[in-house]
Nanobody
């Protein structure tokens, strides 16, 4: 079973950028998809972006044009480039895959805080 470790979060001012990384212990690119989610305090965890095994990409509406999901197969890593950050983007960001989601298995995530 693969392990996923998120990193790259931090404190940034509104309008700034961050790049999150999701490093897998093994190859994850034959799995249906790898996705980024986020959860703000007191709110449910929401899908941010998803990249499928064939490279198809989906973004939640509020992220379109600002966030970019990509992958490096050689490094078993998926990235989330976040630009034009807003205070409402403040959340813990998680990456995950369907087998882990079905087991309700989540990593520690990485905190993103956007100040106004």
């Amino acid at each position: 079973q693969e392990q996923l470790v998120e990193s790259g979060g931090g404190l940034v001012q509104a309008g700034g950028s961050l790049r999150l990384s999701c490093a897998a212990s093994g190859s994850i690119f034959n799995i249906n998809f790898v996705a980024w989610y986020r959860q703000a305090p007191g709110k449910q965890r929401d899908l941010v972006a998803r990249i499928t095994s064939d490279g198809s990409i989906y973004y939640a509406d509020s992220m379109k044009g600002r966030f970019t999901i990509s992958r490096d197969k050689a490094k078993n890593t998926v990235y989330l480039q976040m630009n034009s950050l807003k205070p409402e983007d403040t959340a813990v960001y998680y990456c995950n895959t369907p087998p882990r989601i079905l087991r309700d298995s989540w990593g520690q995530g990485t905190q993103v805080t956007v100040s106004s």
